[in-house]
């Protein structure tokens, strides 16, 4: 019998709270402005007003290559070889920074030095809140998020995974995975049921 060839699949990532620690540097300049403030990582702004956020997102503006320097997170190394399998299309909402290369370029680079990706899919949203109308537009197989207010805008109409984190658990009811590996062998599994189900 014929063995069954895998769909080729549309793969939808966010980058920073999934692929990207942002949080690191975000709490650090957060103390550096906010001395003596203490975080709590069940949502990652926890007693910071729109007054306290601002120089920190303004020091990120003036951090150059700023995207560029953020760590990988565990978990994702599958990236290097389901480019090949699958299309792979990232969907951000970072700010300009600082720099001659734009958002785009920059999160491409950060793909290319650490998963390899030869030639990275980079859509910057102009808010987060329009990610569920790019889903739809993109004809997305998945999604995985981590921002609580994503997900909870999300997952009850479309194939969207919480990328499990403490700021997240606030939204009951979505799919969790703890890693971005887990994510993408769950929506090869559940594709491959419905190919056998013919």
């Known amino acids: ?17 999934v692929l990207a620690d942002f949080i690191t540097p975000y709490y650090e300049l957060a ?34 290559d700023f995207w560029l320097s953020l760590k990988p997170l565990p978990g994702a190394n599958i ?4 480019q090949y399998d699958h299309t792979l299309i990232f969907v951000t909402n970072r700010i300009p920074t600082e720099s001659p290369k734009s958002v785009e370029r920059q999160t491409a680079e950060w793909l290319q030095n650490y998963f390899g990706i030869e030639f990275p899919t980079v859509i910057v949203a102009g808010h987060w809140y329009d ?24 997952y009850k109409k479309t194939n969207t995974y919480a990328y499990d984190q403490p700021w997240n658990r606030s939204v009951v009811g979505a799919k969790r995975v703890k890693t971005v590996n887990e994510y993408i062998e769950t929506l090869e599994n559940s594709v491959g049921e419905e190919i056998a189900k013919g």
Not at 5 to 16: E, Q
Not at 79 to 82: G, I, W
Not at 131 to 154: N, S
């Open 31 to 64: 103390r550096k402005h906010n001395p003596g403030v203490v975080f709590d990582d069940s949502t990652w702004h926890q007693g910071l007003t729109k007054e306290m956020e601002s120089p920190i997102w303004d020091d990120i503006r003036k951090t150059g």
């Open 131 to 154: 990610k569920k109308d790019m889903y739809e537009l993109l004809r997305l197989d998945g999604y995985i998020d981590d921002k609580p207010e994503t997900i909870e805008r999300m």
């Open 79 to 82: 990236l290097t070889f389901s």
């Open 1 to 17: 019998m014929k063995e069954q060839r895998m769909k080729r699949l549309r793969i939808g990532l966010d980058v920073d709270g």
